[in-house]
T-cell receptor, first 114, second 114 residues
């Protein structure tokens, strides 16, 4: 069975641009979460979506937004990119979004902002 | 709010030696506890989790962890490490209520020397 997939794998943007990152969860999983991992640090929670509704939001500015589609895939959008947005963006899926469930992580999208 | 402190940023160990990776957490509410491993250029993989019950939790690849509520610790141990255990290890907590949000420590790089 396919795991969590993310696209693209790598991306280079310049300051001020917009970026869209995509995530396909494991088949049957209805919850998707997004994390940002800056080099040398642990991942930080950005969003959780379950059944197309936002369930949680981390401490990120409004430049960050996300949505979940009827097929449970998800997009993370970042506007007005800053140098500090350079990071590995991880997507994780779980079956029903409960706190006890295991989150399965994708390989991530590495974003470099120049 | 929760926070996680991994007390060692790097741990070098000889092959077949035992290892302990330390994790302390802070939270005003009850939490679930997790250990994840990240191999180079990959996403995170769950090693084990503590939800309730026995404080000694066994995970994959021979790892185990012990929850100590009085010391707010969740240290990870393995009695004999292999070269293939070289990776970054992350301790994480999640509130038992609310969004499926993991709060990670900054990670411990485990290096196995032959």
């Amino acid at each position: 069975d396919a795991g969590v997939t993310q696209s693209p794998t790598h991306l280079i943007k310049t300051r001020g641009q917009h970026v869209t990152l995509r995530c396909s969860p494991i088949s049957g999983h209805k919850s998707v979460s997004w994390y940002q991992q800056v080099l040398g640090q642990g991942p930080q929670f950005i969003f959780q979506y379950y059944e197309k509704e936002e369930r949680g939001r981390g401490n990120f500015p409004d430049r960050f937004s996300a949505r979940q589609f009827p097929n449970y895939s998800s997009e993370l959008n970042v506007n007005a990119l800053l140098l500090g947005d350079s990071a590995l963006y991880l997507c994780a899926s779980s079956s029903g979004g409960a706190r006890t469930e295991t989150q399965y992580f994708g390989p991530g999208t590495r974003l470099l902002v120049l | 709010a929760q926070s996680v402190t991994q007390l060692d940023s790097q741990v070098p160990v000889f092959e077949e030696a035992p290892v302990e990776l330390r994790c302390n957490y802070s939270s005003s509410v009850s939490v679930y506890l997790f250990w994840y491993v990240q191999y180079p250029n990959q996403g995170l993989q769950l090693l084990l989790k503590y939800l309730s019950g026995s404080t000694l939790v066994k995970g994959i690849n021979g790892f185990e962890a012990e929850f100590n509520k009085s010391q707010t610790s969740f240290h990870l141990r393995k009695p004999s490490v292999h070269i293939s255990d070289t990776a970054e290890y992350f301790c994480a907590v999640s509130e038992i209520q609310g969004a499926q949000k993991l709060v990670f420590g900054q990670g411990t790089r485990l290096t196995i020397n032959p």
